[in-house]
């Protein structure tokens, strides 16, 4: 198995001064890269005076048939505080995102460099092999304005394009990006990189390379590239002592002005288990910029990730399920079976599981696991599910990323609503044992709240919420006595809880007169609550002699002013007066009898 490493120093930022290089991007799979780009420089700068750059450049992509374009980056870079607009290939491009980085010349003041950044993957790969040509890079007016970057000898243009593609024949590799901007200079003299998350599984043929501005090959007064203690050469283009000399290791170029794009061996220099590399770059005259980093690497490792698919839960328990899985995406190798996982509700180990079968490449794995939360845990807590943990924060596994093996999520259990008993409601008979009922009388103390509440007349209904009461405000019951289900609903939870509604007889109430002329307004002796209610009661009606001139009960309705009783005027209408009565409800709740009188006229 063989490992190979590229180092590529390119830039990658919002606007700002300076960044440190750090990693970007990764890929994993059958991926390598390679570069291109050319200098906007005539000649040399410290050898030939100059202050104007070349109006364009070009360079040739040169992939073979097997090695498919994933993703392409293109960046230009110069003096001043950037040119933002370039056109590539007669295509308009617009930077992405642009860096700055400064340099105090103690005799020509601050000076300022630029590097932009787009992504062109879709246009590289549309376009293929052949010639790319960046034009309308212009750094004129920044020379023109400011003669300290000519004087310096640090006017500069040029153009580099960063290209990964895949290859079925090559092995499976961790493909890295790093990327930043920083600078050295006769004021500071040696910077030192530290690029992370390497993979090194094999040291032979790995390989290191670099992509600098500002470089010259006649001013290397102490300059040096130095990775993990060892000073890099590659002759003859690049000997240890002149790194940065305006050379193209990819087409073995001398004449890249003010711009090295090259290629180290490193296999003896980088061991195996190795997961950082220290890059050091030293000068004590010449001006060198450096941007981004890229590693290459032979890694046939798996990548655990895990994400929550749902959570199912009951109301008012603390058994959950959780359904979940488990990927391999970002690998380069199966994850095996029995790759353990941990369930933690908050920081509490709670559960364990383990996958199933091997998880190939790009695959996943879905399932369930039943937990059953212990009492101490809150109704809201964190879930925390890790890939590769035994539950004691340990991995089993290998893995090229052990930073992305988690997932969490916020559960709040499902709690039903405090139920209170409801009183039972009495409402006065308006006949045949039927009255209208306010259900919601007694809501206040059930404390709604953001709840919902609804009322059925069966418990079956209120569980399936079918046959809901309508207008529960006015109520006619149906059956007396009958039960009502009270249904109150927090969204996710229920309860159900019930009362009573009664008709009870309550007094009636007696008119002190009425007019039988039959014009409809007021013709009987309508005592109110008493027909239909009181349905045993005895009505009897007495002249100012004391004579019983009218009985009845709720069979012949309201005395309707005609006597029948007595000898003579049975059936006809008594005469205008006073009439007595004596009422006899008939009721348990009522056994004394109800007397008064009644002036009847028409």
Same mark, same amino acid.
């Given at each position: 198995?063989?490992?190979?490493?590229?180092?590529?120093?390119?830039?990658?930022?919002?606007?700002?001064?300076?960044?440190?290089?750090?990693?970007?991007?990764?890929?994993?799979?059958?991926?390598?890269?390679?570069?291109?780009?050319?200098?906007?420089?005539?000649?040399?700068?410290?050898?030939?005076?100059?202050?104007?750059?070349?109006?364009?450049?070009?360079?040739?992509?040169?992939?073979?048939?097997?090695?498919?374009?994933?993703?392409?980056?293109?960046?230009?870079?110069?003096?001043?505080?950037?040119?933002?607009?370039?056109?590539?290939?007669?295509?308009?491009?617009?930077?992405?995102?642009?860096?700055?980085?400064?340099?105090?010349?103690?005799?020509?003041?601050?000076?300022?460099?630029?590097?932009?950044?787009?992504?062109?993957?879709?246009?590289?790969?549309?376009?293929?092999?052949?010639?790319?040509?960046?034009?309308?890079?212009?750094?004129?007016?920044?020379?023109?304005?400011?003669?300290?970057?000519?004087?310096?000898?640090?006017?500069?243009?040029?153009?580099?394009?960063?290209?990964?593609?895949?290859?079925?024949?090559?092995?499976?590799?961790?493909?890295?990006?790093?990327?930043?901007?920083?600078?050295?200079?006769?004021?500071?003299?040696?910077?030192?990189?530290?690029?992370?998350?390497?993979?090194?599984?094999?040291?032979?043929?790995?390989?290191?390379?670099?992509?600098?501005?500002?470089?010259?090959?006649?001013?290397?007064?102490?300059?040096?590239?130095?990775?993990?203690?060892?000073?890099?050469?590659?002759?003859?283009? !690049?000997?240890?002592?002149? =790194?940065?000399? @305006?050379?193209? $290791?990819? &087409?073995? +170029?001398?004449?890249?002005?003010?711009? *090295?794009?090259?290629?180290?061996?490193?296999?003896?220099?980088?061991?195996?288990?190795?997961?950082?590399?220290?890059?050091?770059?030293?000068?004590?005259?010449?001006?060198?910029i450096i941007n981004n980093i890229v590693t290459v690497l032979n890694s046939q490792l798996p990548d655990a990730t895990v994400q929550v698919d749902d959570i199912i839960l009951a109301c008012d328990n603390k058994t959950i399920q959780v359904d979940y899985t488990v990927f391999n995406v970002n690998s380069t190798e199966i994850l095996p079976a029995d790759t353990?996982?941990?369930?933690?509700?908050?920081?509490?180990?709670?559960?364990?599981?383990?996958?199933?079968?091997?998880?190939?490449?790009?695959?996943?794995?879905? !399932?369930?696991?039943?937990? =059953?939360?212990? @009492?101490?845990? $809150?109704? &809201?807590? +964190?879930?925390?599910?890790?890939?590769? *943990?035994?539950?004691?924060?340990?991995?089993?596994?290998?893995?090229?990323?052990?930073?992305?093996?988690?997932?969490?999520?916020?559960?709040?259990?499902?709690?039903?609503?405090?139920?209170?008993?409801?009183?039972?409601?009495?409402?006065?008979?308006?006949?045949?044992?039927?009255?209208?009922?306010?259900?919601?009388?007694?809501?206040?103390?059930?404390?709604?709240?953001?709840?919902?509440?609804?009322?059925?007349?069966?418990?079956?209904?209120?569980?399936?919420?079918?046959?809901?009461?309508?207008?529960?405000?006015?109520?006619?019951?149906?059956?007396?006595?009958?039960?009502?289900?009270?249904?109150?609903?927090?969204?996710?939870?229920?309860?159900?809880?019930?009362?009573?509604?009664?008709?009870?007889?309550?007094?009636?109430?007696?008119?002190?007169?009425?007019?039988?002329?039959?014009?409809?307004?007021?013709?009987?002796?309508?005592?109110?609550?008493?027909?239909?209610?009181?349905?045993?009661?005895?009505?009897?009606?007495?002249?100012?002699?004391?004579?019983?001139?009218?009985?009845?009960?709720?069979?012949?309705?309201?005395?309707?002013?005609?006597?029948?009783?007595?000898?003579?005027?049975?059936?006809?209408?008594?005469?205008?007066?006073?009439?007595?009565?004596?009422?006899?409800?008939?009721?348990?709740?009522?056994?004394?009898?109800?007397?008064?009188?009644?002036?009847?006229?028409?």
């Amino acid at each position: 198995m063989k490992k190979y490493i590229s180092l590529f120093i390119i830039l990658m930022s919002t606007l700002g001064i300076a960044q440190d290089i750090d990693v970007f991007m990764q890929f994993y799979g059958r991926y390598s890269y390679t570069a291109i780009g050319n200098t906007l420089n005539p000649a040399e700068n410290n050898l030939v005076w100059f202050c104007e750059t070349l109006p364009e450049s070009t360079a040739p992509l040169n992939l073979t048939i097997n090695q498919n374009i994933i993703s392409a980056y293109i960046y230009w870079a110069g003096s001043g505080e950037g040119d933002t607009e370039v056109t590539l290939n007669g295509t308009d491009i617009i930077a992405d995102d642009t860096l700055t980085v400064n340099y105090d010349d103690p005799n020509n003041g601050l000076l300022t460099y630029f590097s932009c950044f787009k992504d062109v993957t879709g246009l590289v790969q549309a376009n293929g092999n052949g010639d790319y040509t960046l034009s309308n890079l212009d750094i004129s007016n920044v020379l023109a304005t400011t003669p300290g970057y000519c004087a310096n000898r640090t006017n500069f243009a040029g153009w580099s394009i960063f290209v990964v593609y895949e290859d079925l024949s090559l092995p499976l590799n961790q493909v890295s990006i790093y990327h930043g901007l920083e600078i050295i200079n006769r004021n500071e003299q040696e910077i030192n990189i530290l690029i992370e998350n390497l993979n090194v599984l094999d040291n032979n043929g790995a390989k290191m390379g670099f992509l600098a501005w500002e470089g010259d090959n006649a001013l290397n007064i102490m300059e040096s590239l130095i990775f993990n203690g060892n000073v890099l050469e590659s002759l003859p283009l !690049n000997p240890g002592s002149n =790194a940065f000399n @305006g050379t193209n $290791s990819f &087409t073995n +170029s001398t004449t890249s002005y003010n711009m *090295d794009l090259d290629v180290y061996d490193i296999e003896n220099f980088i061991n195996v288990g190795d997961d950082t590399a220290t890059i050091k770059l030293t000068t004590a005259a010449d001006l060198i910029i450096i941007n981004n980093i890229v590693t290459v690497l032979n890694s046939q490792l798996p990548d655990a990730t895990v994400q929550v698919d749902d959570i199912i839960l009951a109301c008012d328990n603390k058994t959950i399920q959780v359904d979940y899985t488990v990927f391999n995406v970002n690998s380069t190798e199966i994850l095996p079976a029995d790759t353990p996982i941990a369930f933690y509700a908050d920081g509490v180990l709670v559960a364990n599981s383990v996958t199933e079968d091997d998880i190939l490449i790009g695959d996943n794995e879905s !399932n369930t696991i039943v937990i =059953a939360l212990p @009492g101490n845990i $809150s109704s &809201t807590f +964190s879930l925390l599910i890790v890939a590769d *943990d035994t539950g004691e924060g340990i991995g089993t596994v290998q893995e090229t990323n052990e930073t992305n093996n988690t997932t969490t999520i916020q559960i709040n259990l499902l709690l039903s609503p405090v139920l209170t008993t409801l009183p039972n409601i009495e409402t006065c008979d308006i006949g045949f044992n039927s009255a209208t009922f306010d259900l919601t009388s007694s809501e206040y103390l059930l404390n709604i709240g953001t709840n919902s509440i609804e009322y059925y007349t069966s418990y079956d209904d209120a569980v399936n919420q079918i046959n809901e009461i309508a207008i529960p405000s006015s109520y006619q019951n149906t059956t007396d006595p009958e039960i009502i289900y009270t249904r109150i609903d927090n969204l996710n939870c229920y309860q159900i809880t019930s009362f009573a509604l009664t008709t009870i007889n309550c007094p009636p109430w007696i008119p002190s007169g009425f007019s039988p002329n039959s014009d409809g307004i007021n013709d009987g002796f309508n005592i109110q609550g008493l027909l239909t209610i009181f349905e045993e009661f005895e009505l009897k009606i007495f002249n100012r002699y004391g004579t019983l001139i009218y009985q009845g009960g709720d069979e012949l309705g309201f005395w309707d002013g005609k006597s029948n009783k007595g000898i003579n005027n049975v059936g006809s209408l008594l005469p205008v007066g006073t009439y007595y009565y004596v009422l006899y409800l008939n009721d348990l709740n009522y056994q004394k009898s109800l007397t008064g009188w009644v002036y009847m006229n028409y």
